[in-house]
């Protein structure tokens, strides 16, 4: 209706001049005929120019008064005509806000004495207010002093106003012709193909979004480490198996067997199977004597090793199990140099909290050779730490069952505008690394950090439940942008 009004319009007419008094006068709503003038405008049927005008509309507390009538109005007629009325008898009959607005403007225009008891002083007044707001509403103009005190009180806003005005376009017709958009098999069936008009294809059109896969942060973030490693000449170590030996996980590493980390209260222990059958016997032997023993310059634990709590199966509490591994299978062959990293899962007994997890990811970076000492380890920690972006780095001595010495490590954060632990260090203890066949010239340097932390510090995340479980927002996956850590 409202297409057929605007096209036949300008049929007989050279132009509208607005779509808003062209509206009016055809009985139409405004906002179809700018929807009908948009879309004969995308196809050239008629060329539209925009219109501005700022208006001013009433607010909620103006139509109000417009249909009710000013507070000083509403105020002046509650007082009896003769006689006078006591203040608070007058704010029982009236509104909270009628009343306290009506005695501010009442008493202003002179309308009435204000005391404890109110009286009128004029017999007839105007409600110059209703009649101003009822003005706007019908569209008229204002004066500007009337605007200002209408705007001053808060009963009017202004609004702009959007319209258009309309001529002829290159594609006029008086009506709009119907194009096709598919060629279809009855088309050609009828031949009517050849009368058609088609729509011009859009080729600078943007298709709908295609559906495909997100990488989650940490992913991001572990592809940037893992480069990071490559590229310092690192191999990756195979780190699929999650259940591990309390042989591998805890024995290998020269951890007594009555060390807390060892407690069901810390660590997840299977029932089924519960425990592992495939150790090497006379490797198990040596790591036996030297917890009860000792040897290698090590007075050992000095306490009876048991069997069965090594054979128990558990979810790895860490990768060095996986590096443990890799060191025995490095013994039993001849001696050469390895740079080893890996970047997996690991599990432990823990409270939930925004901080912590009963899983999460473990990095852990490995250099095995002749002749290392700690000053070695500083210099390769701060290689890989300022690959991170981190270059300010301290260094603070630990205890760890298989490292020694072994330090923990610091950077200092710019946004929190302090130091903030980030990972753990050391050197393999030879107690660890003689029994599995390590020339005793060659030293492991080691470092561990969490995936997590640092996932968290680049992506602004402050709780980790929001970043790794079954909590996860979906949508956080999709809008997260690239990881970029600063590889020099």
Same mark, same amino acid.
């Given at each position: 209706m409202a297409e057929d009004a605007v096209l036949g319009y300008l049929a007989t007419h050279e132009e509208m001049l607005d779509s808003g008094q062209f509206a009016s006068e055809h009985g139409l709503d405004h906002n179809e005929v700018v929807n009908v003038i948009k879309s004969l405008h995308g196809f050239r049927y008629i060329d539209a120019q925009d219109i501005k005008r700022e208006t001013w509309v009433l607010t909620d507390e103006g139509k109000k008064y417009a249909a009710e009538g000013s507070p000083e109005v509403q105020l002046f007629l509650a007082v009896p005509p003769e006689g006078s009325i006591s203040k608070d008898e007058l704010q029982k009959n009236l509104d909270p806000s009628v009343f306290k607005i009506g005695c501010s403007q009442a008493g202003k225009n002179k309308w009435v004495e204000m005391g404890k008891q109110v009286s009128r002083k004029v017999q007839h007044v105007e409600d110059k207010v209703k009649n101003l707001l009822m003005r706007i509403q019908d569209g008229e103009a204002l004066e500007k002093d009337d605007i200002n005190s209408l705007k001053a009180r808060k009963l009017i806003v202004p609004q702009t106003w959007k319209g258009y005005s309309v001529k002829k376009g290159p594609n006029y017709a008086p009506k709009r012709k119907k194009v096709a958009t598919d060629l279809t098999r009855e088309n050609l069936q009828r031949g009517d193909w050849k009368e058609l008009e088609f729509k011009e294809y859009n080729f600078n059109a943007k298709g709908p979004p295609a559906e495909a896969g997100h990488l989650h942060p940490l992913l991001k973030v572990k592809d940037q480490l893992k480069n990071i490693f490559l590229q310092m000449g690192f191999e990756e170590m195979p780190t699929n198996n999650f259940v591990e030996s309390s042989f591998w996980n805890f024995d290998a590493l020269f951890q007594p067997q009555q060390h807390p980390a060892r407690d069901s209260h810390d660590t997840f222990f299977l029932e089924v199977p519960s425990t592992t059958r495939q150790l090497p016997e006379d490797y198990v032997e040596l790591v036996k004597r030297v917890h009860?023993?000792?040897?290698?310059?090590?007075?050992?634990?000095?306490?009876?090793?048991?069997?069965?709590?090594?054979?128990?199966?558990?979810?790895?509490?860490?990768?060095?199990?996986?590096?443990?591994?890799?060191?025995?299978?490095?013994?039993?062959?001849?001696?050469?140099?390895?740079?080893?990293?890996?970047?997996?899962?690991?599990?432990?007994?823990?409270?939930?909290?925004?901080?912590?997890?009963?899983?999460?990811?473990?990095?852990?970076?490995? $250099?095995? +050779?002749?002749?290392?000492?700690?000053? !070695? %380890?500083?210099?390769?920690?701060?290689?890989?730490?300022? /690959?991170? *972006?981190?270059?300010?780095?301290?260094?603070?001595?630990?205890?760890?069952?298989?490292?020694?010495?072994?330090?923990?490590?610091?950077?200092?954060?710019?946004?929190?505008?302090?130091?903030?632990?980030?990972?753990?260090?050391?050197?393999?203890?030879?107690?660890?690394?003689?029994?599995?066949?390590?020339?005793?010239?060659?030293?492991?340097?080691?470092?561990?950090?969490?995936?997590?932390?640092?996932?968290?510090?680049?992506?602004?995340?402050?709780? $980790?439940? +929001?970043?790794?479980?079954?909590?996860? !927002? %979906?949508?956080?996956?999709?809008?997260?942008?690239?990881? /970029?850590? *600063?590889?020099?």
């Open positions: 009860e023993d000792g040897g290698y310059g090590s007075r050992g634990y000095g306490y009876e090793w048991k069997r069965e709590e090594a054979n128990k199966n558990l979810l790895r509490t860490h990768t060095t199990a996986v590096s443990t591994r890799m060191l025995y299978a490095l013994g039993k062959q001849p001696f050469a140099p390895k740079r080893y990293f890996s970047i997996d899962r690991v599990f432990r007994n823990e409270a939930v909290d925004r901080t912590h997890l009963a899983e999460f990811h473990q990095i852990e970076g490995l $250099i095995c +050779d002749r002749g290392l000492t700690l000053g !070695d %380890l500083i210099g390769v920690l701060h290689d890989f730490f300022s /690959r991170l *972006g981190m270059s300010k780095l301290r260094f603070k001595p630990a205890y760890n069952p298989y490292t020694e010495p072994s330090m923990e490590i610091f950077s200092y954060h710019e946004g929190l505008g302090k130091w903030v632990e980030i990972g753990n260090s050391g050197m393999f203890r030879p107690e660890m690394l003689l029994p599995m066949g390590i020339p005793e010239d060659v030293r492991v340097i080691a470092w561990g950090l969490s995936l997590e932390r640092p996932t968290m510090i680049l992506y602004g995340i402050s709780n $980790i439940r +929001d970043l790794f479980g079954h909590k996860v !927002d %979906l949508s956080l996956i999709k809008r997260n942008p690239i990881c /970029r850590i *600063g590889i020099n």
